[in-house]
């Protein structure tokens, strides 16, 4: 996502309107119908499932517009096709190296990614067995069909929603843009008696935090990342964790039989991630490009996202006996990816579309705008070669 302006929660958010407000209060019956179940509290990771996915209710299960200029946030595939190109140049290498390989793409948001990058490839000849899109959400599954029904009727017959991973193993590249910060995360807060877990509670009809002394699973891994950090976090930290990040990932590495995971997201290095000052976690919400950190504000109406660990992700895979073959940010790896010899390419068009091309250049790579905050992160089984998208750095010293 585009980086939007910081907001003091304070001041007013555009109102929804009330059908909007409707679809909150029913999410809202329905999270606190869990609560109820369960002692009145429930974990931050599981209000996070719900407040994103409950089914018909959710922010990405429901029906509000999410990307683009009208809706909450932009990602880089709908900022500019660059991206998708320069991505298509990374699975072209892995494509042209393997036999019968297929793309899966992991929360395909629009469709817009799957688009650009099938027009790419089948330019360059370079076309993958079958694409699959496993999407969560029954919505944007379907704006996806819709959208590449219209704009790629001659490729549909590649592409194969999953609802689930596929039983079968594939050979090829698992691809997630700003999958891996939609999924859920648990919250906690280091205190002189020892972490406690940040659950969600009612208070006067509206969520909030409630502290609870960490399970013992829980502050058992909060113990091991300090200790794999060598500190102590200081008093009152607050931060997330994604307990569920190996479970997903092995799944992952149980489909992927020879191949690429590409996992493109905003994130950072464990020691970043935890780095006492950053004392209040990352957890942000977009809604109508504001970003706040109040995840209570409309359930359902806004998106919850969290920085990624990348350090825990390349844990988990040596873990599961993958290979992290690279780490770098998004301006390294869209130039490794030939993102310079695709603008001059366009060199020939008028000078409106330049100044245009120009800005999503410049928003997809500069530092303080996608550039060093977004990551890439390549995990490889049975495949050895140099991958191009890390070629001019790769920064995996630093995880
Ligand atoms: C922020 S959107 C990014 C969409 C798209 N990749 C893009 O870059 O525009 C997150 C996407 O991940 C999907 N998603 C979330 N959890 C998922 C999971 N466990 N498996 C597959 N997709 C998931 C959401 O439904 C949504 O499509």
Redesign the pocket.
Known sequence: ?TQSKALNIESVLPAPDSSARQQSERLITRITESMHQQAGVIGFDQYMKMA??EPGLGY??AGSR??GSEGD?V????LSPLFSQCLAQQCKQILNELDSASIL??????G??AGDLLLALEKQDCLPEKYYI????AD?KQRQQEYLGKTLPHLNQKIIWLDALPENKMTGVIL????L???PVKRFKKTATGFKELKVGLKEATFNWVENDAEVSLRKTLQQLENNLSLRLPENFTSEINVDLGQ?LSALNGVLEQGVMLF?DYGYSAAEYYHPEKSDGSLLCHYRHRVHADPFVYPGLQ?I?CSVNFTAVAESADSLSMHVSGYTNQTYFLFACGLENLVADMNTLDSKTQTKIAQQVRTLTMPEEMGERFKVMALTNNYDSVLQGFSLMDQRIRL
Do not use: C, H, Q, R
Request: glycine share 6%; no cysteine.
């Open positions: 996502m994103l996915y990405y299960s999410k990307f946030f990602t880089a595939p709908e793409e992991l929360g395909a948001g629009t817009v990614m496993l999407e969560v959400s944007l997630a843009n700003e999958v910060d939609a999924l997903w493109i998106d996202t």
